[in-house]
Structures are given as C-alpha cells and as structure tokens.
C-alpha cells in the first residue's frame, strides 16, 4: 500500500515552514512533503519533527533567494540551482527521506512561478534542452552517490506563458520531450513526479488527451502531486469527488501520492485525505 503525504504548502500563510510543521503534529498528519513556498530558517529545528518526509524542489530554502532553473544559461543561476538540489539530496540523507524531486527547467529565466514569465532572451529549446540534461546527468551521478531516488517534475504551462499560442518557454511539458530525456537514464536513475494538475491544465493549453500523457508517464512515476483547478489555470485548490484528479489515483497505489493543495485547513487537509485513500482502495 502507497502513503498519502501532505505538502507543507497545503496549508494557509505557509512561509513559516516550522509553524506548519507543528500545526501538523497537532494534526496528527505523519507524511510531509517539505515545499518550495518557504522563507529561510533554521535547518536544525526539523530534528524535532518525527514525520515520514519528502524533499520538493526549492527546499532548503537559501538565505539568498533566486529563481531556481537547472537549464539557465546564467552560470550563477545554474550553479545555485545545482547547489541546492546537491544540498536538498544531502538533507534526504539527513532526515530519511528517500525522494527528492525538482521541477523541470525553462528557456528564459523565470522572474517568479505562477506568473507571466517576461517573454524576451528566450534561449535555442534544443541548446535549453542540452543543459537540463547536462545538470540532470550531474544530479543522478550525485543522487547515486548519496542512496537517495530523484525524480522530475514535468512543467505546467498556462495560457499566459504562451508565445504566439505555442509553448516556447517551459521545457518538458509534453511527453516528447520526456521521453527524449528518458532515453538518456535508466528507470532506476531517474523518475517522474506527476503532478495531476498540471497534466489537466497543460493538456487544455497545448491540447494534448491527458488520459494518454497519464499512461505514457506512468511506467518512470516515482511519486503524484495532487489537487483541483478549473482546467485552465494550476490553482492548487482542495479535491472534489468528481475532479478527474481523483479518478486517476488508483493508477499509483504503489507510489506516495502528495496532497498540494494551497490555503486549507488542517480538518480539509484530512477531508482531502481521506478522499484520496477511498480512490485508491
């Protein structure tokens, strides 16, 4: 049987990482998924929690922020990205958890996720594809090294990222091109996390069956994010029993399936939960 984790963005006002760490203690909530969305803090306060944990992308948050993206031909940008996911595989060591996963890169430099990316300086796509791979190749090398499994998140695009209607800006968001990157590591090497949200709204955008990119990723799926939207933006809202999300569960019941919802309560967490365990038995 898989485990139900829960993101440490679920909640609302979550900058504060070891605040939503003690509301889930309260809550009694024993899987988490460490999340991008926090202010820097003292890594050594985690020792206190006793979760199941998973590592996700932007985390340990730096004292310094930048925008974290393993294909930027910024060398500074790319160093970094590389130095935190390196340091995010070492803290996997650290707390026993056996899964860090990070998202895919860009072809431009993004100012802040969720927003509209500035649209000038768009780098060549197969060069951009090159140094994703080239920094990937140097996180499974390091990842193997350390005992730790990594995984990549396919990247969501939405209406107002596009260029001219085409996808110029966010690299792997269809399954070409994972499986190019797939054809470079073997299944052990490398995984996919798979965010159910973004397959919903990238495939509205791009119009592509989402049914079909779900069964394409599913072989290499090491770990699902899951939660709701309107089908046109990556609004990270709670379950309902109807959303096509929750129908899609059952096909990973031997994988963690992580809750990324945004701004509920600890009770709707659980109601969350809770739907997700009665999908996938």
Known sequence: MNSIYVSTS??????????VLSEYEKAQIENVELGSVHSSFDIKKLKKFNFNFLIHNYFPPPKNEFNFNLASFNKSIKKNSL????????MCCEIESPLYTF?????????????????????????SLAQFFESVRELVEYSQSRGIKIAIEPNVVQKFNLVDGKNEL?????FFEIKKLFKLFRKKELGIL?????????SHWLNF???????????RVYAVHISNNNGKQDQHKGLSKNCWQISQVKLFKNVPII????NLSTEKIKVN?????????
Do not use: W, Y
Not at 83 to 90: E, S, Y
Not at 209 to 219: H, I, M, Y
């Open 209 to 219: 069956d989402k049914n079909k990119f779900v069964k394409n990723c599913q072989k």
């Open 103 to 127: 998202h895919a890169g860009f072809t431009i430099d993004p100012t802040k996720l969720g927003r509209p990316f500035l649209k000038n300086h768009i780098s060549n796509r197969k060069k």
């Open 83 to 90: 130095d935190l996911a390196k340091r995010a595989i070492d």
């Open 170 to 174: 966010c690299l792997l968001a269809e």
């Open 273 to 281: 939960i809770q739907m997700v365990k009665d999908n996938i038995s």
């Open 194 to 202: 798979l965010d159910l949200g973004h397959a919903v709204v990238t």
């Open 259 to 262: 809750l990324e919802t945004m």
């Open 10 to 19: 679920c909640l609302k006002n979550p900058k504060n990482v070891i605040s």
